[in-house]
């Protein structure tokens, strides 16, 4: 710790150090071990065993019923998600454009009353919200819930273009207006083709967040058209016969997989989005 | 004379151009306008109505916050609310700065160990609460495995123990969470001007030091970025406590937000849930609005 330059580094400190840093990665990784090894277990060797006790006989039994259960709610999750995500990023970029380079009297705090969404506690939106859907024949559909996680999720959506946009030098849209080129012009050739990365980002944020949401789909969904996490609640919290711990687990793993699978792929933009998302204002 | 310039150019299609812009933003601005605002607005008027299971328009003053007042399990999940938002938040802080300085001292497999402390982050708080709920069950889980590896005596019943369920809540959200902060710091400590370590490294400061008096003290907004963000994420907390206890044992492990669930989704207390709901908007303005003004004098100050 002392020493300037640092080269004997197998200090006692150095020890500490990683020995802390491991033993958080197995706290961290403890729950998801846990999971998978009891989502292959029989229900007996879960009652016999323990957490992390090796399966006695590997089934994937629990899998199959879990899908039996939830599989389908997991393609809802799939139709409401899909639109859901590109549509809000279209129209976040759209947004971002139009507030970043075309501002106008009132863009300002146009953004400013937007940016709030980011903050807003859903719980103060529900009641109306439902009541619209109903009026427009749309409550327990999913075109519904696609169109309830549009306009939430559209704050973000908007920051993310409009950050990556306001730090596009104006020289080079002055440089294409002079050409002639128009509104959609310049976005469509000019500024989306740079916005690869931020458009990742804002996939992935949308993604994860209208996957994982539970809110809006137990308040906005019922019986068919639920979304994965309500199903999975609904499954790990009912009351009635013995509980299957392996199904619940496999189910809980089906549910978590496709956030899992993006994060593991694109993790850069997933945190960018959070970071994003959560320190620029 | 640059006047007349601009005037002679103008032409319908200019326009147009001069137009469009603000055109593209009007469906936003009309879901920003009702749906954001609006309908803040008209969950506010229910909140002094006497709506149950149908909306109502019949006026009753201040009666719902007054209910709100006198209920018994609206004060629990407030406290609850308090206690399962300072722990989450101190706890969340603690952890991700340690793990933050930690990872920065030049790690081996920085890269993975990084990725493994933010997986959480992706899970949602189901599918965190299914797994949380499996671990702390009393009799099958970690209650059972600290048995089995030879802790006799052993016993962890908190998911079941109506004075100890919210710390089960807090367990889950830490994990959950930890990981984020943890990547926030980090990121702040990356960007921390390493010439001025090194000038406090030759006056003799040791590196403990240097971190707690120069770098920490330095990383300010990104400390107040993630409280904002936890307080936040505790104020909505309602899946975890869905998943993880539905609110149990009885009311015990209630927050604000499956308080407003309940009584407006299923107890047919409409205007109560709008009631408690405008309350919840009040505390994350308490905590945002300040936040957001400095973050925008900030920017205009740059």
Redesign the interface.
């Known amino acids: 710790m002392t020493s300037l330059v640092g080269r004997k580094r197998l200090t006692f400190s150095r020890v500490a150090i990683y020995a802390t840093l491991l033993v958080a990665v197995a706290m961290y990784l403890v729950p998801l071990v846990v999971m998978l090894l009891t989502s292959f277990k029989t229900p007996d060797d879960i009652r016999t065993g323990n957490l992390l006790s090796w399966p006695d006989v590997m089934t994937v039994i629990g899998w199959v019923k879990a899908w039996d259960a939830v599989g389908g709610y997991f393609w809802n999750s799939v139709k409401i998600t899909v639109p859901a995500v590109i549509i809000s990023t279209l129209l976040g970029a759209l947004n971002g454009y139009v507030l970043a380079m075309w501002r106008f009297r009132g863009s300002q705090l146009f953004f400013g009353l937007l940016l709030f969404g980011c903050f807003l506690p859903f719980q103060v939106i529900l009641l109306p919200a439902s009541f619209t859907l109903g009026q427009l024949g749309l409550a327990n559909t999913t075109p519904g819930l696609v169109l309830v996680h549009l306009v939430y999720g559209l704050a973000f959506t908007t920051l993310f273009f409009r950050n990556f946009y306001v730090s596009v030098p104006d020289a080079l849209i002055r440089a294409a207006r002079l050409d002639g080129a128009g509104f959609f012009t310049i976005f469509g050739r000019i500024l989306l083709p740079m916005s690869i990365p931020t458009i990742m980002v804002c996939l992935i944020w949308q993604f994860t967040q209208i996957w994982n949401d539970f809110l809006f789909g137990v308040v906005f969904a019922s019986g068919d058209t639920q979304p994965i996490t309500v199903a999975l609640n609904n499954l790990v919290n009912t009351s009635t016969g013995a509980k299957e711990y392996n199904v619940d687990m496999a189910a809980a793993m089906i549910a978590g997989l496709p956030t899992l699978v993006v994060y593991i792929l694109a993790g850069k933009y997933f945190l960018r989005g959070l970071t994003a998302g959560a320190v620029k204002g | 004379m640059s006047s007349t310039a601009v005037f002679t150019k103008a032409s319908p299609l200019d326009a147009l ?1 001069n137009w ?3 055109l ?2 009007v ?3 009309l ?3 009702v ?6 607005f ?2 506010f008027l ?1 909140s002094f109505t006497n709506s149950r299971f149908m ?1 109502s328009y019949k006026w009753v003053g201040l009666l719902q916050y007054e209910r709100l007042w006198n209920n018994d399990r609206w004060w629990v999940a407030s406290k609850n609310l308090l206690v399962f938002g300072g722990l989450f938040i101190t706890i969340s802080l603690a ?1 991700g700065v ?2 933050a300085v ?2 920065d ?1 030049r ?1 081996r497999r920085e890269g993975f ?1 990084r ?14 609460g ?6 702390l069950n009393p009799g ?3 209650d ?2 600290l048995r ?2 030879g802790w006799e005596g052993f016993r962890f019943d908190w998911l079941v123990d109506p004075d100890r369920v919210v710390y089960c809540l807090v367990i889950a959200a830490v ?1 959950q969470a930890s ?2 902060v943890m ?2 710091f980090l ?1 702040g400590l990356r960007g921390v001007d390493q010439s001025i370590v090194r000038a406090a ?2 006056d003799g400061a ?3 030091s240097i971190y707690l008096r120069i770098i920490l003290p330095s990383l300010r ?2 400390f107040f ?2 409280l904002m ?1 936890l307080a ?1 994420i505790a ?2 907390a ?2 975890l406590v ?2 993880m206890t ?1 609110g149990g044992p009885g009311y015990a492990s209630d927050l ?2 499956m308080f ?2 309940a009584h ?2 299923t107890r047919g207390q ?1 205007g109560l ?2 009631a ?3 309350l ?2 009040g ?2 303005m308490a905590i ?1 609005v300040p ?2 003004y400095s ?2 004098r900030n ?1 205009r100050h740059d």
């Open positions: 151009q469009l812009p603000k593209v933003l469906p936003s601005m879901i920003v306008l749906g954001f605002y609006g309908y803040i008209w969950t229910l909306p952890i340690l793990l930690l990872l001292q790690i160990i990725t493994v402390y933010l997986y959480p982050m992706a899970l949602s708080m189901i599918v965190t299914t797994a949380w709920k499996w671990l099958l889980g970690i059972k495995m089995d590896w994990w990981g984020f990547a926030l990121a490294q030759i040791s590196l403990p907004p990104v970025s993630a963000i936040h104020i909505k309602f899946d869905a998943a539905a604000p937000a407003m669930y407006t989704f409409m849930g709008a408690s709901a405008i919840m908007l505390a994350v945002v936040y957001l973050e925008l920017k």
